[in-house]
């Protein structure tokens, strides 16, 4: 049995068989599947898909720092309209610095904000980091008291920087499709990383996993990650599944 920590069945790539997507998923064993929020403009696709599979998807509620901009007090205040739905984190939010770095103050605020907000609904969160690492430290040392806990999805850092995140929270590492790949860093870092504090993920449609890189990603794929996640640890697949599938339930409660 797995978990996928994080997927974007509700996007595009999947239209019209999502169904399908959730079924192949079932037959794979991955039984469970978070929905991290990336902003106002697919979040009632990802609800109305969530309520649909209620007994597999779980619907967050985010503002993705690639929707941060000019407006983005705009789209803070629309997700007040979803506040008394059921949702297991507060995510996709953090900080990206490859794509733009035009609102990057921006970005900062709206990250302290959520940050807040998952503390008031005792709520664990799901950070995106890219290429600012030095940025989210500075808001989580801000933040600190809030004793925050969460995710770093796609988590590509040092074992050193695993270590600090350790003493501004309580923090899991998502690994996923990058794991599988031939020259990919976390493959060595990994190595240093207890299993008690991985979570697996797709990030489908993207980040595909090998032997199916350059398709679209699926949950259904969880198990090639765990396979080289275990091949890495030199531990049985039937101990990562149950280790990070115990992790997630942990963190979600799911």
């Given at each position: 049995m797995f978990v996928d920590t994080h997927s974007?069945?509700?996007?595009?790539?999947?239209a019209g068989e999502e169904a399908l997507a959730v079924?192949?998923?079932?037959?794979?064993?991955v039984t469970k599947m978070i929905l991290p929020d990336i902003d106002s403009t697919s979040r009632e696709a990802m609800f109305s898909l969530a309520d649909r599979h209620s007994d597999v998807l779980f619907p967050c509620l985010g503002l993705h720092p690639t929707s941060v901009n000019a407006d983005w007090q705009k789209e803070i205040s629309a997700m007040e309209a979803y506040m008394?739905?059921?949702?297991?984190a507060i995510g996709e939010i953090g900080m990206d610095c490859y794509w733009s770095k035009e609102f990057v103050n921006e970005q900062m605020e709206v990250l302290r904000i959520q940050l807040e907000m998952a503390d008031r609904l005792s709520l664990p969160?799901?950070?995106?980091?890219?290429?600012s690492t030095d940025l989210i430290i500075k808001v989580l040392k801000d933040c600190k008291h809030l004793s925050p806990r969460g995710v770093f999805h796609a988590y590509s850092g040092s074992i050193e920087t695993y270590r600090e995140?350790?003493?501004?929270?309580?923090?899991?590492?998502g690994i996923g499709g990058v794991l599988t790949y031939k020259k990919a860093s976390i493959a060595e870092t990994v190595k240093s990383i207890p299993l008690e504090r991985i979570l697996l993920e797709t990030d489908?449609?993207?980040l595909t996993p090998v032997p199916y890189r350059g398709k679209r990603n699926e949950s259904s794929y969880v198990p090639h990650i765990a396979a080289r996640l275990a091949e890495l640890?030199?531990?049985?697949i039937e101990e990562v599944a149950q280790t990070t599938t115990d992790n997630a339930h942990k963190l979600f409660g799911i």
């Amino acid at each position: 049995m797995f978990v996928d920590t994080h997927s974007h069945l509700y996007d595009e790539a999947f239209a019209g068989e999502e169904a399908l997507a959730v079924e192949r998923a079932v037959e794979a064993g991955v039984t469970k599947m978070i929905l991290p929020d990336i902003d106002s403009t697919s979040r009632e696709a990802m609800f109305s898909l969530a309520d649909r599979h209620s007994d597999v998807l779980f619907p967050c509620l985010g503002l993705h720092p690639t929707s941060v901009n000019a407006d983005w007090q705009k789209e803070i205040s629309a997700m007040e309209a979803y506040m008394d739905r059921k949702i297991w984190a507060i995510g996709e939010i953090g900080m990206d610095c490859y794509w733009s770095k035009e609102f990057v103050n921006e970005q900062m605020e709206v990250l302290r904000i959520q940050l807040e907000m998952a503390d008031r609904l005792s709520l664990p969160v799901i950070i995106h980091s890219r290429d600012s690492t030095d940025l989210i430290i500075k808001v989580l040392k801000d933040c600190k008291h809030l004793s925050p806990r969460g995710v770093f999805h796609a988590y590509s850092g040092s074992i050193e920087t695993y270590r600090e995140l350790q003493k501004l929270g309580d923090w899991y590492i998502g690994i996923g499709g990058v794991l599988t790949y031939k020259k990919a860093s976390i493959a060595e870092t990994v190595k240093s990383i207890p299993l008690e504090r991985i979570l697996l993920e797709t990030d489908s449609p993207y980040l595909t996993p090998v032997p199916y890189r350059g398709k679209r990603n699926e949950s259904s794929y969880v198990p090639h990650i765990a396979a080289r996640l275990a091949e890495l640890q030199e531990k049985s697949i039937e101990e990562v599944a149950q280790t990070t599938t115990d992790n997630a339930h942990k963190l979600f409660g799911i």
